[in-house]
């Protein structure tokens, strides 16, 4: 029979909540645990009685990339800044994963633990956070495929890659995390979300250069091309990781404009939608 | 003392019907047709014909609530089905937000709002602990120290490395409940998490609960249960409707929430206020006691039969209907259940009524009831298909048993029956 905790008790206060709510990071720091079981708890859950478990993770990207040597490497030949087009595209389809687990799980995150959202308090915030994380072990097991393919082929990674891949790395979650935000939230109250998915993510697929280059886009559409965060965070890997590309310029500078914008606006909507959720889910 | 929570004029409104639509989870299409309406809907406004789904209607799931609770008291919250009980809790969990009002809340709040979320099939046992403790509120450590204890009580040692979806429901529920009643907040909310399980469940979940209680934690508990309330809490509130009927020491709140839904002397007649529209073409009329005289009463002899009488009307007819009710003792125990088409040839007659205006009678025989009052709960339902009308405390009678046997004791016995036995005593040996 264990005791009463000793320390002091706060006093929380529920009143109806109006306009922009803050972030309320500190609940979210107190709840830091939950984020760290529900990932755990996605990657487990994923491979359980699977055959192939982790495997899997690995499986994915290489087909893709296997598929996509042959059409668009081999068939139409499309130009890779001269780089054998399996590391091309595999650079690419490294951040490229890690955002469609983003969009996939991170949309449906909030209705998919509907349960959760309608009996139990705590930050909500923390649903597609761990959706976006869950996708980091996918992302790491590739890029283990990624060191593999880059030692067959020979390619030699760039010298400043130790700094600029975190940061790189750092927009993909930015990106990824800002687009699960407004997802999330809206397919709470319209699930035509889940509908659009599919189409959206091959759409998305097409309109970023990871089976191509960016370069094949003509100069007078690159502005509006680089409105794609996507786009700004594959170039970027690219760059890091191989060298290849222009580095970072304006059509990058664009990308991370519109990611941050996308990641901030997408806080402050879910919060604000945030008191809605046990109400509609 | 300190005051653990306090809630001052809490208001939760709900919109439904049309606008409903806002809140359910919507397609895009119904947006667009909406908006393709609008003009339509705003015609049919200005010349005054109304639009039924135009019509908003606001509920209020919760009106006006206050109360204070200090720390260390365990306070029961009870009501009918739709009272706002759950809503409440919701509120005080910081699930949803209340549409006005203020509530202040000293200290963590644990809720149990139900066993088991967070579970997943696929993993073990031994994992969801971790994950619904985290859930829950705990931290890490606070589960890994209270693990063994946690699993002891849950009984599925044996099984704790097994995914759960191997589970059978009453190792699931246990489980479930073990992670949750190892939570130990300053503030523990319950909601009617014993209504699930069998007996022996039940029993354990209530007296893990009755140990929470006595450790001095604040205890908010709904439940249906009469006597697990008068058990464990030391006050209670009423609820109807989303008001606060009343406060006070629980066995008071108690016979004030049993017996507000009876009329006087024997008789219970419904208006139409108190029936929904949903029980068409089903339409209560009355519910009567009688004695054996035919006597409207509100107190029979135990030694004479008890008629219950139940008038109704169908408006359209009815296929597989039964009516029927639920005996039950003031302390909310079942004592029985009996329906007019339990008998098989009735159920075949009777499988389709026409419309028209109905009595179903049961006689309970002579000889059965002890001294008490009993509550009479009627139904009237489509077995597995659809219920029309269930009032769970229609009337109340009393029983008195002067002339039965054993009552030349002046003792009283247990239990709501109290049957005429065929004793026979023989002299077998020296």
Known sequence: MTELTKHEPTTIYIKPSKGLAALNLRDLWVYRELVFFMVWRDVKVKYKQTLLGMAWAVIQPVMTMLIFTFLFGKVAKLPTDGVPYPVFSFTGLLPWGLFVTALNQGSRSLVAHNNMVTKIYFPRLILPISAVLSGLVDFAIAFVILIILMFYYQVSPAWNLFWTLPLFLLLALVTAMGVALWLSAINVQYRDVNQALPFLTQFWLFATPVAYSSSVISQKWQILYSLNPMAGVVNGFRWSLLGTGSGPDISLWVSVGISIFIFISGLFYFRSMEKTFADTI | MTTAISVKNIGKQYKIGAAETKFRYNMLRDVIMDTVYAPVRIAKAMIGKSDRRSNQNYVWALKDVSFDLEEGKVLGIVGRNGAGKSTLLKILSRVTDPTVGTVSVRGRVGSLL?????????????????????????????????????????????????????????????????????????????????????????????????????????????????????????????????????????????????????????????????????????????????????????????????????????????????????????????????????????????????????????????????????????????????????????????????????????????????????????????
């Open chain 2, 114 to 430: 139900e066993v088991g979320t967070g579970f997943h099939p696929e993993l073990t046992g031994r994992e969801n602990i971790y994950m619904n403790g985290a859930i829950l509120g705990m931290r890490r450590s606070e589960i890994e120290s209270k693990f063994d204890e946690i699993v002891d009580f849950s009984e599925v040692t044996q099984y704790i490395d097994t995914p759960v979806k191997r589970y059978s429901s009453g190792m699931y529920l246990r489980l479930a409940f073990a992670v949750a009643a190892h939570l130990e907040p300053e503030i523990l909310v319950v909601d009617e998490v014993l209504a699930v399980g069998d007996a022996e469940f039940q029993k354990k979940c209530l007296g893990k609960m009755g140990d929470v209680a006595q450790q001095g934690r604040t205890v908010l508990f709904v439940s249906h249960n009469m006597s697990a309330i008068l058990r464990l809490t030391q006050e209670a509130i009423v609820l109807n409707k989303g008001q606060m009927l009343m406060r006070g020491p629980t066995q008071e709140a108690v016979d004030f929430y049993l017996s507000s839904g009876q009329a006087q002397a024997g008789e219970r007649v419904w208006g139409v206020e108190d029936v929904s529209a949903a029980s068409q073409p089903f339409r209560p009329i009355s519910l009567k006691i009688k004695n054996r005289g035919g006597k409207v009463v509100d107190t029979v002899r135990s030694i004479e039969p008890v008629t219950v009488e139940f008038e109704y009307q169908l408006d359209a007819p009815v296929t597989g209907l039964r009516i029927g009710f639920y005996l039950s003792t003031m302390r909310g125990e079942y004592v029985l259940a009996s329906f007019d088409t339990d008998e098989p040839n009735l159920f075949e007659k009777f499988d389709s009524r026409k419309a028209g205006r109905y009595i179903s009678r049961a006689e309970i025989p002579a000889d059965i009831f002890n001294e008490g009052r009993y509550s009479i709960g009627v139904n009237a339902s489509s077995f597995g298909v659809r219920r029309y009308f269930m009032d769970e405390n229609a009337i109340a009678f009393n029983v008195d048993i002067s002339g039965a046997p054993g009552t030349h004791w002046p003792e009283p016995r247990v239990g709501p029956v109290r049957p005429r036995l065929n004793w026979k005593i023989e002299k077998i040996g020296d």
